[in-house]
């Protein structure tokens, strides 16, 4: 069973225009999430986090929203660019001292130029 | 940010033979740290958490006879993968999670690709 979901596998868009890419959860013990950019054959970077208290975190050209009652969550990237082409992948946790992340499968963003 | 260094990058051992994977927090103490194993176009499944000072908690379905994990300091965690097969191959990755400041990010080590010919 999978507690957090990405459905859409790939997602393009065009470089200067919005990226927003969705995640769903099902655990709703789920209280932090975050969002992480990786490529092929290395290890995933940390992009931008949001704690259950929020809604709302932007940093820069990301910000991701959270819908709790919904148990929702989104990406927005703007504008694209063509170095954010990778695949990002949605994690949860709850803020138990040694939590672990459960991850979705990834989305695999290609931005045009 | 904080790093989390694994080595080796990638690495090709004969079936049958062992192989151990490093994992280092470089900059920050990490009482836990996660190891991951990614197939191609999949997502990062949990294999199991290294607790340092005892044992390791593995998730269900993973041998902990075949993988075993120490976890000798709080800025070292390592993977052996034992008496390695080819279905075996794969790209693991460790994390370890900075708690100071308040901290929840995990931080990922560069990723191990293991081919067992």
């Known amino acids: 069973d999978q507690q957090v979901k990405q459905n859409s596998p790939s997602l393009s868009v065009q470089e200067g225009r919005i990226s927003i890419l969705n995640c769903d959860y099902t655990?709703?013990?789920?209280?932090?999430f975050l969002w992480y950019k990786k490529y092929p054959a290395e290890g995933p970077t940390f992009l931008i986090s949001i704690s259950s208290i929020k809604d709302k975190n932007e940093d820069g050209r990301f910000t991701v929203f959270l819908n709790k009652s919904a148990k929702h969550l989104s990406l927005h990237i703007v504008p694209s660019q063509p170095g954010d082409s990778a695949v990002y992948f949605c994690a949860a946790s709850d803020t138990g001292a040694n939590s672990k992340l459960t991850f979705g499968k990834g989305i695999t963003l290609s931005v045009r130029p | 940010g904080a790093v989390v260094s694994q080595h080796p990058s990638r690495v090709i051992c004969k079936s049958g033979t062992s192989v151990k994977i490093e994992c280092r927090s470089l900059?920050?103490?990490?009482?836990?740290m996660f190891w991951y194993r990614q197939f191609p176009k999949q997502s990062l499944m949990l294999m199991a958490t290294s607790n340092e000072g005892s044992k390791a908690t593995y998730e269900q379905g993973v041998e902990k006879d075949k993988f075993l994990i120490n976890h000798a300091s709080l800025t070292l965690s390592t993977l052996t993968v034992t008496s390695a097969h080819p279905e075996d191959s794969s790209f693991y990755i460790c994390?370890?999670?900075?708690?100071?400041?308040?901290?929840?990010?995990?931080?990922f080590g560069q990723g191990t690709r293991l081919t067992v010919v």
């Open positions: 655990n709703s013990m789920f209280d932090y």
């Open positions: 900059d920050f103490q990490a009482t836990t």
């Open positions: 994390s370890a999670r900075d708690r100071s400041g308040g901290n929840t990010e995990a931080f």
